[in-house]
């Protein structure tokens, strides 16, 4: 279950850098042995990121977005290992998933991890391609049609 005084909260990079460093590198490289040349793509500067705060405000989980005309790229969503099954990915997606709607974005994209992919399909996202290997792990794309924000369904 998600913390009542969980806070997931819209950055700016240079706001966020060493939050969202602790978050990727604990995650992706260390855990998961990704390169850290691979996890540090220099994209970050043109991407929107989210911060989800523990209730003692430590930074637990993080992930990206990226807007490509009427469409969302997320990724780079981690979370901490301890924090992990108690609602934080949930939050992190629905916020990227609400700002990609604000933004009038129609669709949204990601690559899962193939051991996250039950995960994305229980929000509502479809595989759309094959397996492949992205940092010698086996990854999945899904995508996901976003309907207008409310305030857009007049």
């Known amino acids: 279950m998600m913390s009542a005084t ?14 969202i460093r602790l978050i990727r590198e604990t995650v992706f490289v260390r855990e998961q042995g990704v390169p850290l040349e691979l996890e540090w793509d ?12 523990s ?3 430590e ?25 992990r099954g108690r609602g934080v990915g949930r939050a992190l997606l629905s916020t ?12 949204a994209y990601l690559a899962a991890q193939v ?3 039950g995960f994305y399909e229980r929000q509502g996202f479809q595989v759309t391609g094959e397996l492949f290997e992205d940092a010698g792990i086996p990854h999945r794309a899904m ?3 976003l309907p207008p924000a409310p305030s857009e369904c007049r």
């Open 6 to 19: 969980m806070r997931v909260d819209l950055v700016e990079w240079k706001q966020g850098e060493p939050a």
């Open 42 to 53: 220099g994209q970050d500067p043109l991407y929107q990121h989210v911060l989800v705060w």
């Open 55 to 57: 209730d003692h405000g």
């Open 59 to 83: 930074p637990i989980g993080t992930a990206r977005l990226y807007q490509e005309g009427k469409q969302a790229r997320i990724g780079r969503m981690a979370v901490l290992k301890e924090h």
């Open 96 to 107: 990227l998933l609400d700002l990609a709607r604000a933004q009038g974005m129609m669709k």
């Open 115 to 117: 051991h996250a992919v």
């Open 143 to 145: 995508t996901l049609a």
